[in-house]
């Protein structure tokens, strides 16, 4: 059977250690040259970017997200030990796991971390689907003759550089197909290399939940269950044209998830849906310009993304929580799409003084939808505001002093409030 040291990256016939390092980090499988379509997943990423930049956090469980009353957005595996997980409000990650170090997001860290990840993918193939920033598909067929190796080899590499080069480490899945991929890239982590193969595929989900399907969520799981399917076996004893029946054409995907079936390509060109940025406050807020400061640093963070990528947005997004959890959403189409924070902000400062509330408010959110290249961004100016063309410029200015000098080397007075 063909295996390979994930360590000293040796290929060699199954065995438990490796012969050439004598390291237990051996991946073996029938089906481990052939198989050509991965998921890789950075482990903990905003954690361990942090850990990285500041190793007094290298021993201690670490938890990224907002204060009390925000939710985690990732937590580190010493944490994870304790129970802590992403989406949990912070108060319970804080019950179970009172001692650990409560780290704010740094969007622009990770931001850079993902495009040096991105760079070494680069290196292997241009099919790349990203995901978010810290994980993605690749698709090596043909890699091959390119590298004269495997894409096991290739992936294996790839994680040893991330380690290496950039102090990260990730899992990989994989597979014959997306689905399983990413199924793949979690059933060994961290710093896991997991396989499904053509042959077992089928006998490897038959005991498996249901709630493993992406996009198969409480509702839809609850929905399963009232027909008696839990499990891919329960699944596959159904006909399509009656999952179609009852689920629409959701019975369809179903039908052929139930056999691992999955003719999605990776593709590097899927469409950003949206962007955006909110936060949950430690206490609600009315004071209407301790409001706009906020709004003003999501409408930068929001275009800095956007900016990263590459990216504009025809729409500006304001998303409000009262203190009676009542939600409030407000959406603005411009002339054109826009990319700036100065823009984003006005329409989203707008937004606010048209819904009339006064609060108090747990949450605001600012966002950009209706995503765009951002060549078509910004071409025109705004013809009834002859300051737009100078702000633009100062922004421009701005970016590069942030570029060169870190995020915080120039602010505006608003962002201080």
Not at 93 to 108: F, I, N, S, T
Not at 188 to 210: C, M, W
Not at 345 to 356: C, K, N, P, S, V
């Amino acid at each position: 059977m063909p295996a390979l040291c994930r360590d000293c990256l040796t290929v060699f016939q199954t065995g438990r250690r490796c012969p050439a390092c004598g390291r237990p980090r051996v991946i073996a499988h029938p089906e481990l040259f052939e198989l050509t379509i991965a998921h890789m997943d950075c482990d903990a990423f905003y954690a361990a970017v942090e850990k990285r930049d500041n190793p007094e956090l290298r021993d201690k469980p670490v938890i990224v997200g907002g204060g009390r009353r925000g939710v985690v957005s990732t937590a580190c595996y010493l944490a994870r030990i304790r129970g802590v997980r992403s989406a949990m409000p912070m108060f319970k990650a804080l019950d179970l796991c009172p001692e650990a170090v409560v780290v704010k997001p740094r969007g622009g860290a990770y931001a850079e971390a993902s495009r040096a990840i991105r760079a070494l993918m680069e290196d292997l193939t241009p099919a790349i689907e990203p995901l978010a920033l810290d994980e993605a598909f690749l698709d090596l067929t043909g890699t091959m003759r390119l590298h004269g190796a495997p894409p096991a080899l290739l992936l294996a590499r790839l994680v040893k550089r991330m380690e290496e080069e950039l102090g990260l480490s990730g899992s990989i899945g994989l597979s014959h197909n997306k689905f399983l991929a990413k199924l793949a890239s979690d059933l060994d982590k961290p710093r896991g290399f997991a396989v499904i193969g053509r042959a077992e595929t089928e006998d490897f989900l038959a005991d498996r939940s249901v709630g493993l399907i992406w996009g198969v969520g409480q509702t839809g799981r609850a929905a399963l269950e009232r027909a008696g399917i839990r499990t891919f076996a329960d699944l596959r004893r159904w006909q399509k044209q009656d999952l179609m029946a009852r689920f629409g054409s959701t019975g369809d995907r179903l039908w052929h998830l139930a056999r691992g079936q999955d003719s999605r390509r990776v593709s590097p060109n899927a469409p950003v849906k949206s962007i955006s940025n909110e936060t949950t406050f430690a206490e609600d807020i009315s004071d209407p310009d301790l409001l706009d400061g906020h709004i003003w640093r999501m409408a930068e963070k929001v275009s800095d993304r956007a900016k990263a990528k590459g990216r504009a947005g025809r729409v500006v997004v304001l998303k409000l929580k009262r203190a009676d959890h009542r939600l409030l959403t407000r959406r603005h189409a411009l002339a054109e799409p826009t990319q700036f924070a100065d823009r984003i902000y006005r329409e989203a400062r707008a937004l606010f003084d048209q819904t009339g509330e006064t609060g108090p408010f747990r949450l605001i959110g600012v966002g950009l939808s209706d995503i765009v290249p951002a060549t078509q961004a910004d071409l025109s100016g705004d013809l009834l505001d002859p300051q737009a063309a100078v702000r633009v410029g100062a922004e421009r200015a701005s970016d590069t002093i942030r570029a060169r000098f870190g995020a915080r080397a120039i602010l505006k007075g608003r962002a201080l409030r």
